[in-house]
């Protein structure tokens, strides 16, 4: 079976760091664009991190550029988003995905993100004081 596992998120207080986990089963994360979607309160899912196939190229949202990282361990088959200096306006639902042939590499993961072929089944991060 095919599919991403996610862990990480909660309720935190702004500042700090946090990381999300996001590990593969029945495909290798080394061959596939992987990114990072998040789902705040009341709007549409948006693209906040990606990074094609063999880390190729990388896009950071505006939002979260200089504050998050994406990356990847083939050998554990992981996908990870580290989360710095949180802020309230973090918060939402994080999603990861992974395509074996598109991009995600640029703002056009948000409009395709239709297309991508394997996602996680999204985790909370709450960030309040």
């Known amino acids: 079976q095919l599919q991403f596992v996610e862990s990480g998120g909660g309720l935190v207080q702004p500042g700090g760091s946090l990381r999300f986990s996001c590990t593969a089963s029945?495909?290798?994360?080394?061959?596939?664009?992987i990114g990072w979607f998040r789902q705040a309160p009341g709007t549409e899912r948006e693209g906040v991190a990606g990074s094609d196939h063999f880390g190729r190229g990388s896009y950071y949202a505006a939002a979260v550029k200089g504050r998050f990282t994406i990356s990847k361990n083939n050998a554990e088959n992981t996908v990870y988003l580290q989360m710095n200096a949180r802020k309230p306006e973090d918060t939402g639902v994080y999603f990861c995905?992974?395509?074996?042939?598109?991009?995600?590499?640029?703002?056009?993961?948000?409009?395709?993100?239709?297309?991508?072929?394997?996602w996680g089944q999204g985790t909370q991060v709450t960030v309040s004081s």
């Open positions: 029945g495909f290798p994360v080394e061959h596939f664009a």
């Open positions: 995905a992974g395509d074996s042939k598109l991009p995600m590499s640029t703002e056009i993961m948000t409009q395709i993100q239709g297309k991508y072929g394997y």
